[in-house]
């Protein structure tokens, strides 16, 4: 477990992605570009910039979406934050984060990537920074009992088809849509 494990794991997962536009091949490009010139690129400390890992929680019928809403986006989104230094791998940081946030420990993931994307924010380190998120698909069992982390204002389940207007919309609607067009490859 080291930052050199996560390195090399977010290399892979990008190296793997089979992305599906031209504008995801580009990022996925510049991720790996940014991982090049960044031994410590994904963990916080990386203060211009460092990889991040969330997680698309769905049911097992995909009818449902398990978003938080973020005291600082102050909008509903999905479950993510930080590598830690204790995860071997992206894929393991992500799934943790997500039964940190969820309370749901029976989910499982896709260790394929389902998406990624790159912002500006301030994050716990308190000055500006980016977030390069490598975001992954999690699926838990129907009816999962949650309970909200501390790192959230509110945790809830929401249709697919019925997210509330304070939701990241874009971002989850086009998540879900990747969701189900990869269950329907499948």
Do not use: Y
């Amino acid at each position: 477990m080291s930052a050199e494990s996560l390195h090399a794991s977010a290399k892979d997962v990008l190296e793997g992605w089979s992305t599906s536009s031209e504008a995801d091949e580009s990022l996925r490009h510049t991720m790996l570009a940014f991982l090049d010139s960044a031994p410590d690129g994904c963990l916080r400390r990386h203060a211009p910039g460092h990889i991040t890992a969330s997680s698309l929680v769905l049911d097992e019928s995909g009818c449902h979406v398990l978003l938080t809403l973020h005291p600082k986006v102050g909008r509903w989104i999905q479950l993510g934050g930080h590598c830690e230094p204790d995860d071997e791998t992206v894929v393991d940081a992500a799934l943790r984060e997500a039964r940190e946030e969820s309370g749901i420990h029976d989910v499982r993931i896709d260790a394929d990537l389902l998406s990624a994307h790159t912002h500006p924010i301030t994050c716990s380190l308190g000055v500006p920074t980016r977030h390069l998120d490598l975001r992954f698909l999690v699926v838990a069992p129907d009816n999962s009992h949650i309970v909200r982390s501390a790192e959230s204002t509110d945790l809830r389940w929401w249709p697919v088809d019925a997210l509330p207007p304070t939701a990241e919309r874009e971002t989850i609607d086009h998540l879900v849509a990747l969701a189900h067009q990869r269950k329907n490859q499948d």
